[in-house]
């Protein structure tokens, strides 16, 4: 475990090499965040009401405009209108047609009927739901966009980890970027619904190869004592991405076009092939020594160091011969105790962060408000997290961190339910904080997760771990929708639940706080808590 640290720490292990790669592999994560969420608005659902021919009339004898025409012909309740139903009226052919007061007398007495006409929606913007007409009972489709990516990411986890761990970090992140950026311009000029899911999905499996492969990457960069170097800058990084995000939608009024540009950025990365090179950690590993030790030269030469010989050769096994690399998988996970625990532990840690924080983000929806200006708020209110987390992450603890910060985030979740409604500022600034502890919770066990496997397993464990989020993503909203049917509330009550057993279960995994990335099962199996 300690020869290829100890490597490191002769030619630098936290130099100018390493802060450049950290700086290159951080930019994509910008286009990972609209990925992720970009769905919030390229599938938003705008205003709409069901459109007739008898609205027609009214428009093209009286002279009406839509939102008037909309306002008396839309039928509604007692606390809202029913924009999936139409008056089941004749239109009268009295020379009072046109007033819209005996209209509304006249219709609001009326059975309703199922829209069977076309739908009009606010012009402002138009975005998946509008263009093809997802509303009502087509609504369902809607949620398979971001459903489809879901499971796009948890094959992908799987798939790429493997290509990753088996091929190498730095072609995995070449094909999964070039990837992004072909099925992103796909997905703007898909002219059908099934088509754009079906792109969704492989964009999906490529988002997921992108964010591992690129994370590992960087990380075996550097020395157990900086990579949480790795993961502040990431999360910053991640951060700007959501708060672009919102400006930039409103700026790019068309979904065509927001598409567009969030995809074309995706094929600068290919020139990584030239600039970034392979982990010197994953060659050492296959036995591609002489390959290795050219990556150590330069990161030296960088780093101003210069290798001695003596710690060359009493570090390295021969350069000329190949090793036979025993292959990995899944199963591997689940072989030796200490390893399979942490694969359980960690498994539940990623779906319950991602059920919670994605559960909060679209909560925004229920309570309405303005999207862009909700969106941005939280996104900034966000930003400190990877400073915060860098702060913390050595001080505490990775293990007392995620406890912490998950415990903060359950109460703040079992409260706010309960708080008075005559203190809402005070609800949100609970609420927020519960948000912020969910991110730095989130933040920590993405880092750890790491860290508490070899480096033959690093990747596959990484993968197969935060899999779980991407069964979390699917689970999230309608753990949402259905229990707030019940009461609004209810979501927080679970969310609350989860993380107070999330803080308990991480105390049983091992402290990395500086100790070395462990290179083999034994490493592993040694560590004690």
């Not at 490597?7 to 965040?33: R, T």
């Not at 659902?45 to 839309?74: A, I, M, N």
């Not at 052919?93 to 076309?118: F, H, I, M, Y």
């Not at 960087?218 to 990579?227: D, P, S």
Request: with cysteine.
């Amino acid at each position: 475990m300690a020869n290829v640290d100890r490597l490191m720490e002769h030619i630098g292990d936290f130099g100018p090499f390493q802060k450049k790669i950290a700086i290159l592999g951080s930019l994509p994560v910008i286009l990972f965040a609209f990925v992720f969420v970009g769905v919030v608005f390229l599938g938003h659902t705008p205003d709409y009401w069901c459109w007739t021919p008898g609205s027609e009339q009214l428009v093209d004898e009286c002279g009406w405009t839509e939102v008037k025409v909309r306002e008396v012909t839309v039928p509604h309740s007692e606390t809202a209108r029913l924009f999936c139903q139409r008056y089941a009226a004749n239109w009268p052919k009295s020379q009072n047609k046109c007033d819209a007061v005996k209209w509304e007398l006249a219709l609001n007495g009326s059975q309703t009927l199922p829209c069977d006409g076309r739908w009009v929606f606010d012009k402002s913007y138009t975005t998946t739901v509008s263009e093809f007409s997802l509303v009502c009972e087509r609504a369902w489709l809607a949620e398979l966009n971001q459903v489809l990516l879901a499971c796009g990411f948890f094959i992908g986890a799987f798939v790429t980890s493997y290509i990753a761990d088996r091929f190498g970090r730095k072609p995995c992140v070449i094909a999964s970027m070039l990837g992004l950026g072909i099925t992103g311009v796909g997905i703007m000029l898909s002219p059908w619904y099934p088509l754009l899911l079906l792109l969704r999905f492989v964009q999906g499996f490529c988002g997921k190869g992108a964010w591992t492969a690129t994370y590992v990457l960087v990380v075996e960069f550097f020395g157990a004592e900086h990579r949480k170097f790795v993961s502040m800058v990431s999360r910053i990084f991640y951060s700007v991405g959501l708060v672009i995000l919102p400006g930039l939608a409103y700026v790019l009024v068309s979904w065509r076009y927001l598409q567009l540009a969030m995809s074309l950025p995706s094929f600068l990365f290919v020139a990584y092939y030239w600039f970034v090179p392979e982990s010197p950690r994953w060659l050492f590993s296959q036995g591609r020594n002489t390959e290795a030790m050219k990556v150590v030269s330069n990161m030296a030469k960088c780093n101003n160091r210069v290798l001695p010989q003596k710690v060359f050769r009493s570090t390295m096994i021969p350069l000329e011969k190949k090793k036979e690399v025993p292959s990995v998988s899944v199963k591997d996970l689940f072989r030796t105790p200490n390893i399979r625990k942490n694969t359980l532990i960690l498994t539940y840690a990623w779906f319950t962060s991602t059920v919670v924080f994605q559960g909060l983000v679209l909560r925004l929806g229920i309570t309405g408000g303005n999207l862009f200006l909700d969106f941005f708020t939280y996104a900034v209110a966000e930003l400190p997290t990877g400073l915060i987390f860098y702060l913390l992450v050595d001080r505490v603890g990775r293990r007392c961190l995620m406890a912490m910060t998950n415990l903060t985030a359950g109460i703040a979740c079992l409260v706010v339910p309960f708080m008075s409604t005559n203190y809402s500022w005070l609800g949100k600034s609970v609420a927020i904080i519960g948000r912020l502890a969910v991110a730095i919770g989130f933040e920590t066990v993405n880092f750890a997760n790491t860290e508490m496997y070899p480096t033959s397993l690093r990747n596959v464990g990484l993968s197969v771990c935060s899999s779980a989020s991407d069964i979390g993503a699917i689970a999230s909203p309608f753990l949402l929708y259905r229990l707030s049917n019940v009461w609004k509330e209810l979501p927080l009550i679970l969310y609350g639940v989860m993380l107070v057993l999330y803080s308990a279960l991480v105390t049983l995994l091992p402290e990395m706080s500086g100790v070395s990335l462990p290179e083999n099962i034994e490493d592993v199996e040694n560590l004690k808590r």
